[in-house]
């Protein structure tokens, strides 16, 4: 249960390895421009600025490190004690871990929280979900990243039988629920209604939807020209019908 962007939001491919890796999600190795740019997405609905926030599935703690410059109350968890303590030495302060299912933290806590594509990797998404806005307190935000089943690629790889094919698979997300799962075991995808679905009941109000592309920060390394090409056609995307081909779902609850 780690920030998970794969290579679509820039991480390492090399990195991408180990099957606790394929299970959990890899975490954010580098700050580039597709977490500031979430990160700025992330402001237009929580002032950060002393602000408590905490980072659900936090990693090595990459969000955790860049919201600490916001405020001093910046906490991060996540199930993988080896990253958390990673995370730790390496300078960012408040990580801690626990089950998103059951966090240890009282009710209405924190100002927001985050979650950057962690609800695919968990037990139960509902109750994870559930749990977020428990923690936070009344007329605070839980900000979600989340795959979106109509991406033209699965960014998590596929299972080949036994055999892990990692990096971007095309047209995975698009086959029937039986087969998708059978390829992909080790993550969700989501449409719109299933999002709502897993939303229904609980203590939030859908504050802001929408559907971002990623920050092609690898394409534009290799071939900057058409790295920007892809940034300044898709962004104009979001803003029209065609955002639903997008990579993440950008779903805002508002605590009630």
């Not at 302060?93 to 609800?119: R, T």
């Amino acid at each position: 249960m780690t920030n998970t962007t794969a290579t679509a939001e820039g991480q390492p491919p090399e990195r991408a390895s180990s099957l606790d890796q394929v299970i959990l999600g890899n975490p954010s190795y580098v700050w580039r421009f597709g977490q500031e740019r979430r990160l700025e997405m992330v402001r237009r609905y929580l002032n950060l600025e002393g602000a408590r926030i905490l980072d659900i599935g936090c990693g090595l703690g990459a969000y955790v490190r860049r919201i600490s410059e916001f405020t001093d109350q910046a906490y991060g968890i996540d199930i993988d004690t080896p990253r958390v303590v990673e995370g730790a030495e390496n300078g960012v302060a408040h990580l801690g871990v626990a089950l998103s299912e059951h966090l240890p933290y009282a009710d209405a806590s924190f100002d927001g929280v985050l979650l950057n594509e962690v609800i695919e990797h968990v037990g139960n998404d509902r109750d994870t979900l559930r749990e977020a806005l428990r923690v936070t307190k009344p007329g605070g935000k839980v900000i979600i990243f989340a795959p979106n089943r109509f991406y033209p690629f699965e960014t998590h790889g596929v299972y080949l039988g036994k055999r892990y094919v990692f990096g971007n698979i095309p047209l995975v997300n698009y086959l029937p629920d039986p087969l998708r799962n059978r390829l992909v075991p080790h993550a969700r995808a989501y449409t719109k209604a299933r999002l709502e679905r897993i939303t229904r009941g609980l203590d939030g109000r859908w504050a802001d939807w929408r559907v971002i592309f990623p920050g092609f920060d690898n394409v534009l390394a290799r071939k900057p020209k058409l790295g920007r090409v892809l940034r300044s056609v898709t962004y104009a995307l979001e803003h029209t019908w065609l955002q639903r081909l997008g990579l993440s779902h950008l779903l805002v609850l508002e605590r009630t």
